[in-house]
């Protein structure tokens, strides 16, 4: 697993856009006091779910591998000339 170019931002962005799709399907929105652990994990499974992202294997569904996957994701989201691609 390569790490990605601004992956970090990437994640960020990734949390907030999956957040944004989230409450418009209807999922309450987070806590102040949620960990962004647990929004990657429960995003990461909304958008699995919802077949909008390719699943890790059970065995290999980690917090960094799931974060991962959301960065991934929101790459393919963005347009080419977005900053956070560069």
Do not use: C
């Not at 390569?2 to 399907?25: D, M, P």
């Not at 996957?69 to 900053?83: G, N």
């Amino acid at each position: 697993m390569a790490k990605l170019k601004n992956e970090t931002e990437l994640v960020h962005k990734a949390i907030e856009v999956a957040e944004n799709y989230a409450n418009q399907r209807g999922f309450d929105k987070f806590s102040p006091t949620d960990s962004a652990k647990d929004k990657v994990e429960v995003l990461y499974r909304l958008l699995v779910h919802d077949k909008l992202m390719q699943p890790l294997p059970e065995d290999q569904e980690t917090g960094p591998k799931m974060r991962h996957k959301l960065a991934l994701w929101i790459s393919r989201q963005l347009p080419e000339d977005h900053p956070l691609l560069k």
